[in-house]
């Protein structure tokens, strides 16, 4: 039996918010609820109920996401109930990892449909306090953040594994020779090309308003900085080291947002009246040692790519997820690519990374670019916490 192709049809996500910003006040299932609703009112004459399933990505699940968000986003954007949803968890990756997922699913001939998100609100994530072991214990008891990193640490994991992102990315720095400045470079550069993006009307296509939330608060990602310079982020303060390099301006900020991608099959065409905007075309997951994080894509995204039977030399186009300057310019330097076709509509350094949400913009930006610029072949990429890295490669047909 030979598999069916699994295409991006759609992506539409809200802009992201910066933490305690235009979106704290909105629950991280209203927010997956808001890019549920959009996705569908956008394909004219598609019956809801003809959507196989809803797989969503959410890093936290602690709380106002409600476990399986995927679920409950379906339910609160009015879905026929006949519509499952099921949720995917993979960290930072997680709404790529439910792209993938969806994907094999509609390969394999399972499913014919597939509505794919993400979201998360790290401004609303909360702080759990564990159950004691015994009854009325007469001691205090401490309240762990859920909004990032690590929490409640198994003693079991070894001290190297368990240190904080900001310090694996100084390590990373210490073993690539990356330095400050390359750092900040890359940083003002991301701002300067999210800025670009709006200013110009691409993301005005692939991006919807919040209920509740007046569109003045949130015209465009709330942490974009279209004045950053390399010099003005050399200003700032180390984070983790007094004598560091990771900083705030070449970091990604902590934010709210929830994205969504429409797959299909081919014969999905004829439900959602449009042509696809891209094929996958291949996969690719790695591990590594929880602390070296940061070059999980780079084995991930070759992998990818031979899955695809193709090298980097026929790429044209490259969505990182920008967790830190440093990590991504070690992928790029890996991949001894171009960095000028590195998220060239800027990248999460600028726009921001809400955990769960980013795969799936990463995944869609990337599709709506290469339609956009006439490009064949491109990769979509995220590092994960705790070591690990996932890649998309998708084709344009129509380049």
């Not at 070591?387 to 047909?397: I, K, S, T």
């Amino acid at each position: 039996m030979s598999l069916e192709a699994a295409h991006v049809y759609d992506t539409v996500r809200t802009p992201f918010a910066k933490f305690g910003g235009a979106l704290a006040g909105v629950r991280a299932d209203d927010l997956a609820a808001t890019v549920v609703r959009e996705m569908v009112a956008r394909q004219d004459g598609l019956d809801p109920a003809r959507i196989d399933e809803v797989v969503f990505g959410a890093a936290n699940q602690a709380g106002e996401d409600n476990r399986c968000v995927a679920r409950m986003a379906t339910l609160l954007a009015g879905l026929p109930t006949s519509v499952p949803g099921t949720t995917v968890n993979r960290l930072c990756g997680s709404s790529l990892d439910a792209a993938m997922v969806a994907s094999r699913t509609i390969e394999t001939g399972d499913a014919e449909l597939v509505l794919v998100g993400g979201v998360e609100s790290m401004s609303r994530a909360p702080w759990v306090v564990p159950k004691p072991e015994r009854a009325f214990p007469a001691g205090d008891a401490e309240m762990a953040s859920t909004t990032l990193g690590w929490r409640l640490v198994n003693p079991q994991m070894p001290a190297e594994w368990t240190a904080s992102l900001g310090e694996c990315n100084e390590q990373l720095a210490d073993e690539t020779g990356i330095d400050r400045a390359r750092m900040d470079e890359f940083s003002a550069r991301s701002h300067r090309l999210a800025a670009q993006a709006w200013e110009s009307g691409f993301y005005a296509n692939w991006t919807c308003g919040v209920p509740g939330v007046d569109p003045s608060d949130l015209p465009h990602d709330e942490t974009v900085r279209p004045g950053s310079t390399p010099e003005t982020l050399a200003g700032l303060k180390p984070s983790f080291r007094p004598d560091g390099r990771i900083t705030a301006g070449n970091a990604s900020p902590l934010t709210d947002g929830a994205s969504t991608v429409l797959l299909g099959s081919e014969k999905a065409a004829e439900r959602l009246g449009r042509e696809p905007l891209a094929r996958i075309a291949g996969r690719g997951t790695f591990a590594l040692d929880p602390q070296r994080f940061g070059i999980a894509p780079v084995e991930a995204a070759n992998r990818a790519l031979a899955r695809a039977g193709i090298g980097w030399d026929e790429v044209g186009l490259v969505e990182l997820n920008e967790a830190f300057a440093v990590q991504s310019l070690a992928c790029v330097d890996a991949w001894g690519i171009d960095p000028e076709i590195v998220n060239t509509r800027g990248g999460a350094i600028a726009i921001g990374h809400p955990l769960g949400a980013s795969g799936a913009r990463v995944l869609g930006t990337l599709a709506a670019a290469m339609r956009a610029d006439g490009v064949r072949w491109g990769v979509a990429a995220l590092c994960i916490g705790v070591g690990q890295g996932l890649a998309v490669v998708l084709e344009n047909p129509n380049a």
